[in-house]
Structures are given as structure tokens and as C-alpha cells.
């Protein structure tokens, strides 16, 4: 794999995901108790032997910057390639802002790499991938592009919604014969995971290609308008796959990792997923602590009633709190008798005591960044 | 190299035979400690948290999992471009070389790397205790004492004092004798074994102390009593907070489960005084819908369907359906099957307990006749083991690392 290099693009839709990317990009969403969306293409990369990437940034990523750094934490500080932050560059040419833009206003990145292929992909679909078969199917085929796809077949797609999903469909070879963004009503079952595997020279000659002809968007103008003049086709990918696009899918996806086969896939399959380490204490038990089904970070201290739950680094719960079918990011504190159900809290949240909060399965109530009740 | 004000110096070459089977294959400091720490973390993180960017770490005994441990010290934020950690093991000289033979000798081999750095004082730290302790307000007291030594003393309950060296005081605070393990203790002030000197001095004795053939080489027994035959202006400066020698398998278990109150002595989550370590890459803990967990404290990879009361586990540590841990330490990787029974003991990295075992049985009757710790209470349980199913492990036996276990001990 030291012939492919990573791109990892930031240009995702977010419209759904309301207060939880007010302040932050989709990437750095929080995610399974104390990792952010992008900790997972991140670790896949890097486990599967990539070591030059460049995250081509977008709107406001000051905390995504704050959680990479220097990319220690992935092992991407290095001396040769490593980890590259492409910015977004406003007030461009054409006065339009897109992912192919900014693609091309860091083409000498590109260019400038040495790995011949690049593995391009977003944050929001994730899983525990290895990408180095993706890398052999692509050189067996002699392919220009191949695009990893996940196929729920007839019956493997229960709770899997498909909204505002990219869907593709495959001939006997894998060949891709169609793609569809945001259907309403989707064709098949075989949904891109929007992440594909390039040819370096050829995605250069594309990008600057598509834009001159005003084109803007990689997947719809580079890809699409180009299927079936290239060598396009699909590598379907076996095991769990998450896609975070909205709020009930955060909240269910979140939920899915209180099944143990999917703790135990999507943690360890193939590599450990890595995140900036905060130093926490390992989680604590008080005398009077009930904790049923639940995820519990680093840091937590419990005292209280936690069911159904996922518990990020440093929550704290008081006695007599309870936790129920919620989700409560870093540093948030469920004060004495409160009661939280069918709630995100997301970062720095106190519910004071005995204030009770109830939302619904399909419409948890999302309570803002640093918000007291 | 710049000067520095103190340059710290960790005494971790000690082997710890009191804690057993634990210190088979690591030197003490790298013994892990309180659900994800090993016990060198806590003079480390001190250091960081002191403002303390220097540190010397001296490593002799088993050193291969404490140097991969420390690497280049980030995980204290100790990889300074100047300063930083420094591993120190014994080399050899172009006219041989030798071991280092006593604390005082281990610094005295290092001499050139502390005159690198020129300090004004040296810090004397070892890798034996846990605590949470300001060292530059100890070094803040050092210079306004104008003293050449300042030794950190902690009270101790008065029938426990002829266990420690034991400092006798003037109202003061400056040091008029020091008395190793006294009969009848005159003061219940007992050295923590951390030392300020200043560094022109301590050089000074050190030297002399080398060439002297009848010296043990040691700062308790040598350097410190000819320093105050000398008169040298010695002070003992009083730490207060929690402090503990883990010394012996019985401390060791002791000052984990002291961890566990609803409000321990010692706060692993003060923010502002946080201690650090290496951490593993493991996701958050699953608790499963039957388990019950009260007053332990439990670390990230964990899956527990079980029952854990009263103890510490580890990373990466599964507790299977209807198994009961109680007051137990439980190492990572471990593996605790259905219905198996484990009090009051140290079970091993990566060893398997498999289903309906029980280990320490409370039942002392059946005590195993362990000479390694001897009516401690505690079961000592290896690495790496495999206990078959419904074995019965009694209490205070001790099993060594490896191997499968396929009938009562």
C-alpha cells in the first residue's frame, strides 16, 4: 500500500444534522463514546498501510484542527508525507465553492505526491475497513476508478435507510453500469460507500478537466459524467458499515454499538481505531451505580441509573440520575434526580438536578454545545 | 545544553521481590497500577505537572517493558528538544564497568549527564509510590530555606513508624537525625525517599562516597548521615495528602482498592493535577444488560456481562455472564468466563479464568500454604494461564505464569 495515498474529503452534506454541526464540520462530529467520524477512514488508512494524507478541508474545521494536530495520534507526523491539511479556498477563480474547486486549488499537493493511487473518501460512512483488497481488485481489473459499495441485498437493509444515499448498480463483473445521487426512490440495494480508488495522474487530469468545463463536484462532474469512458467498477465490502447523515441516523448508529458483534467488528476487525488521547482515568463505579447495556467512556464517573446508553470521556452521572436511551458527549454532568430520555447532549451539557428531559426514539432532543438546563 | 534549574532523577532499577510473581518479568515501576497507570506514571506525571521538563530515569533490573514503556516520553509530554526523558542504564567504561550498586551509585555514574544540564538542584525520585506531590513547591522551600538538602517527610500513624527512616526535627524543620527503621521512633515523621540537593554538594559527596570502599553506596545508609555529621543545613519538608509504598503484594492490592471509595483520597480526576500514561487504542467499555458493577473501577475495551464488585480492571478485560469478581485486580486481556468466582485476588495479562471456576476461596480453611504471601489473603494468578474449567484455586496460592491449570491448587 505504500502506492496509494489518502484524500480524505470534508465537502459532506450536513443540513441534517442540525445543532451538531453548528459549530464543526461533519467530520468532527463525536462519535461511539470518544472518537470523532473522521478517527475511522483515518485508522482504516493508516492500518491498511496508507501514510501520506491530505484532508481537504471545509467551512469552519478550527475543532477538527484542535482533535488532528499534527496527526501523532494516527502515527501521521512524519518526516516524509504524513499528514496534509488542504484549505478551502474562498473567493476562488469562479467564485463557487465545492469540493472539485478546492481539489484543484491544492492540485500541487497532488501532484507533488509520489504514491501513483489515491484512495479518496469522506467521513461519514464508516466502518472497520481494510482497504489493501480494494487496492488488488483495482490492479487485477486494470481499472481506472473502483468505487467500494456496500450491498444490503433484499433483506440486510431493516433500520438502513437510503436517504440521500449515493446508490450504484453492477454488472456480473462489478462493472458499474449506473449511479444515481439522492434518489427518491432507489433502484436497488448496493449503496456507494463514497469512497473510491484513483489513478493520481488520472484524477489530476479530471479535476482540471471537470473545472475548466464548470464542472464543481468530484463525484457528480469527475466521476458520473465519466462512467462509462472509464474503466468504473465497484468492490463490495463484507462486514458492518455506518452512514451518518442525519440526526436519526447518528442516533441509531450510535445505538447499533451496543451490540456486541458490532462493538466487536467495528472496534477491532481490522486495526484499532485511533482518536487523541485525553488522559482520563479509567471509568468509575460509585456504591450506588445501575448500569445496564451501555457504552462507557474513560473518565465517567457513575453514581446513577444508565440504560440503553452511550456515555462519552469525563460524563459524570449523581445519584439518583438516569440515563436512559441517551447519548451524553465529553464532560457532560446529569445532575442528583435528573432525568434524561431519548436525548443527544452534546459536549460540556449540565442537566441540573431534578430537570427532566424526554424525547422520542425517531426524534431525540438534541441539547447544544455547553447548553445548562 | 541550557541550564536547567533541577534536572530529576528517577531511581527505577529496583527489582520489588516483595510483589512476587508481579515482578517476574518487569522492574517495579512498570508494574501496572489502577485500572490502566503503571506505578512510574505517578513520579513522571509529578515532573509534568511540576513544571519539572528534565528527568533521568535509572533502569536496571528487567528494563525492556519499562524502556518501550517510557520511548521518548511523550506520554508525560516529556519529548523536549531540550530536556526531556532520559533512560539510564549502566554502561561500561573504557576501564570496565559496573552495575549500579546502590542508589548513591546510580547517580554517581551519571554525573556527566547531570553536569550536561548544570543545574542548581537535583531532584531524587523513585519508581515505589504512589501520590500526587507538587515537587516545585518542595524546591520552592529548598531555596527559602537556603538548605544544601531537603528531604519530603510524611506522618505516619506512630505504630507503624519503625517500619520507615525516621526524622528527627527541630521545631524548625531542620534535620537533626535520621534514624533507618528505629526500635523506639522519637518522631513519626518518615522519609518519603524524595531528596532535593543542591548540586555542587551532592557532587561533592558523591565523589567521596565512591571512593569509599566501605560504603554501601546507598543515600539512606551514606550520603544522608554524612551529611548531617557534617552539619550541613538539612531540611525536612512535611507533604500532606495520600502517599503509599507499594512495596508488598498486601500494599500493592491495598492501595488499588483505596482508589475505590466514593470519594478516594487520592483523585485521578482532578483535571489539574492529571496523571498520565500510554494509552492502548481500545474503544469505550460495553456493560451488558445483566451486569451489575458497583465501587470498581473499570477501563476502556472492557466487556463485562458479569458481576464486578469492589475491584480493578484493566483494559481489554471480558467478565462473562454470571461470573463474580469481588475485591479483585484484574490485569489486561484477562478473561473471566461464565460463572466463574474470583475474590480477593491478582489475576495475570491475557490469562483465561474459564467458565464456573473459583479462585481465593474465602474459605480459610482451605488456605494454601503460600510462603510468597503468607496470610495475605490474596491469590496471585500469573500471565498468560489457562484455568480449566471448575478448578478450584484456594486462597493465598500463587501460580506462575504460563501454562494450564486443570486441577485444584
Not at chain 1, 464542472?215 to 462512467?227: F, I, P, Q
Not at chain 2, 552539619?231 to 512495596?247: C, I, L
Request: with cysteine.
Amino acid at each position: 500500500m505504500k502506492n496509494v495515498m489518502g484524500i480524505i474529503n470534508l465537502h459532506e452534506n450536513d443540513d441534517m444534522l442540525r445543532e451538531m454541526t453548528r459549530y464543526r464540520p461533519l467530520a468532527a462530529i463525536p462519535f461511539a463514546g470518544r472518537y470523532r467520524l473522521i478517527d475511522f477512514v483515518l485508522s482504516n488508512m493508516i492500518n491498511s498501510g496508507i501514510s501520506n494524507v491530505g484532508v481537504l478541508a471545509k467551512g469552519n474545521y478550527r475543532s477538527l484542527m484542535d482533535h488532528l494536530r499534527s496527526g501523532k495520534e494516527w502515527d501521521l507526523a512524519r518526516k516524509r508525507d504524513g499528514l496534509f491539511i488542504l484549505p478551502s479556498v474562498n473567493g476562488s477563480l469562479i467564485g463557487e465553492h465545492s469540493d472539485l474547486h478546492d481539489l484543484h486549488n491544492n492540485l500541487d499537493y497532488l501532484k507533488s505526491s509520489r504514491q501513483p493511487y489515491v484512495l479518496m473518501s469522506g467521513s461519514h460512512i464508516l466502518g472497520n475497513l481494510d482497504y489493501r483488497p480494494v487496492y488488488e481488485a483495482h490492479l487485477a481489473k486494470k481499472a481506472d476508478v473502483t468505487l467500494l459499495y456496500k450491498d444490503y441485498g433484499l433483506t440486510g437493509r431493516q433500520g438502513i435507510s437510503f436517504e440521500h444515499a449515493t446508490m450504484i448498480e453492477v454488472d456480473d463483473d462489478d462493472r458499474v453500469v449506473d449511479i444515481e445521487i439522492c434518489p427518491v426512490r432507489p433502484k436497488g440495494n448496493k449503496m456507494s460507500l463514497e469512497m473510491f480508488l484513483i489513478d493520481r495522474r488520472l484524477l489530476i487530469d479530471l479535476v482540471d478537466s471537470c473545472l475548466s468545463r464548470g464542472g464543481s463536484s468530484v463525484a457528480r462532474d469527475c466521476l458520473m459524467k465519466n462512467l462509462e469512458s472509464l474503466r468504473f467498477f465497484g468492490y463490495s465490502i463484507p462486514g458492518y458499515v455506518a452512514r451518518i447523515h442525519s440526526v436519526e441516523s447518528y442516533f441509531r448508529r450510535s445505538m447499533d454499538l451496543l451490540n456486541p458483534e458490532i462493538w466487536q467488528e467495528l472496534f477491532f476487525e481490522n486495526g484499532a481505531i485511533y482518536t487523541k488521547v485525553k488522559d482520563e482515568a479509567p471509568a468509575k463505579y460509585q456504591h450506588n451505580a445501575d448500569v445496564r447495556n451501555s457504552m462507557v467512556a474513560n473518565g465517567c464517573v457513575i453514581s446513577g441509573n444508565v440504560e440503553n446508553s452511550i456515555l462519552f470521556r469525563g460524563v459524570k452521572v449523581h445519584p439518583d440520575a438516569r440515563v436512559v436511551n441517551s447519548i451524553v458527549m465529553q464532560k457532560g454532568e446529569i445532575s442528583a434526580g435528573a432525568v434524561v430520555e431519548n436525548v443527544i447532549c452534546d459536549k460540556d451539557v449540565r442537566i441540573m438536578a431534578g430537570k427532566k428531559l424526554r424525547g422520542e426514539v425517531n426524534h431525540p432532543i438534541i441539547i447544544e454545545k455547553g447548553t445548562v438546563i | 545544553m541550557g541550564k536547567k534549574q533541577c534536572v530529576a532523577m528517577l531511581l527505577a532499577g529496583g527489582q520489588g521481590t516483595r510483589l512476587g510473581l508481579l515482578t517476574k518479568r518487569v522492574a517495579k515501576p512498570a508494574v501496572p497500577f489502577g485500572g490502566k497507570y503503571r506505578i512510574i506514571d505517578f513520579p513522571l506525571s509529578n515532573c509534568f505537572n511540576s513544571g519539572i521538563d528534565t528527568v533521568g530515569v535509572l533502569t536496571q533490573y528487567q528494563p525492556l517493558v519499562l524502556h518501550s514503556y517510557i520511548g521518548i516520553g511523550s506520554a508525560w509530554d516529556l519529548d523536549r528538544r531540550d530536556g526531556g526523558v532520559y533512560v539510564l542504564p549502566p554502561y561500561v567504561r573504557e576501564k570496565g564497568g559496573e552495575w549500579y550498586k546502590g542508589t548513591a551509585d546510580a547517580i554517581y555514574q551519571n554525573i556527566n549527564f547531570i553536569n550536561m544540564y548544570n543545574p542548581d538542584y537535583v531532584l531524587i525520585l523513585s519508581g515505589d509510590h504512589i501520590y500526587q506531590m507538587d515537587y516545585s513547591m518542595m524546591i520552592d522551600y529548598h531555596a527559602a530555606q537556603k538548605a544544601e538538602a531537603t528531604i519530603a517527610v510524611i506522618e505516619v500513624p506512630w505504630e507503624e513508624a519503625s517500619r520507615f527512616g525516621i526524622m528527627n526535627t527541630a521545631a524548625n524543620n531542620r534535620i537533626e537525625e535520621f534514624e533507618e527503621k528505629p526500635k523506639n521512633p522519637r518522631s513519626n515523621l518518615a522519609s518519603m525517599g524524595i531528596y532535593v540537593f543542591n548540586w555542587p554538594l551532592l557532587r561533592k559527596y558523591l565523589e567521596e562516597d565512591a571512593a569509599d570502599a566501605d560504603s554501601d553506596n546507598d543515600f539512606g545508609k551514606n550520603i544522608i548521615p554524612k551529611m548531617l555529621d557534617a552539619d550541613q543545613r538539612m531540611y525536612a519538608y512535611r507533604f500532606r495528602g495520600y502517599w503509599k509504598d507499594v512495596g508488598t503484594v498486601e500494599s500493592y492490592w491495598e492501595a488499588n482498592m483505596d482508589l475505590l471509595a466514593d470519594r478516594p483520597e487520592l483523585d485521578l480526576y482532578d483535571s489539574a493535577w492529571k496523571i498520565y500514561s500510554v494509552s492502548p487504542a481500545q474503544p469505550p467499555q460495553y456493560v451488558g444488560p445483566e451486569a451489575q458493577i458497583a465501587c470498581s473501577m473499570i477501563s476502556e475495551g472492557c466487556q463485562i456481562f458479569g458481576q464486578v464488585e469492589n475491584s480493578v480492571l484493566f483494559p481489554g478485560v471480558y467478565v462473562g455472564p454470571g461470573a463474580r469478581i469481588k475485591d479483585s485486580i484484574i490485569m489486561p486481556s484477562a478473561r473471566i468466563e461464565s460463572e466463574a468466582m474470583i475474590t480477593r485476588a491478582i489475576i495475570g495479562r491475557k490469562t483465561v479464568v474459564e467458565s464456573g471456576t473459583g479462585i481465593g476461596h474465602t474459605d480459610t480453611e482451605t488456605e494454601h500454604q503460600s510462603p510468597v504471601n503468607w496470610f495475605s489473603g490474596i491469590t496471585l494468578i500469573g500471565e498468560n494461564l489457562v484455568i480449566n474449567s471448575d478448578t478450584k484455586v484456594k486462597r493465598n496460592a500463587v501460580l506462575s505464569d504460563g501454562g494450564v491449570i486443570s486441577s485444584g491448587v
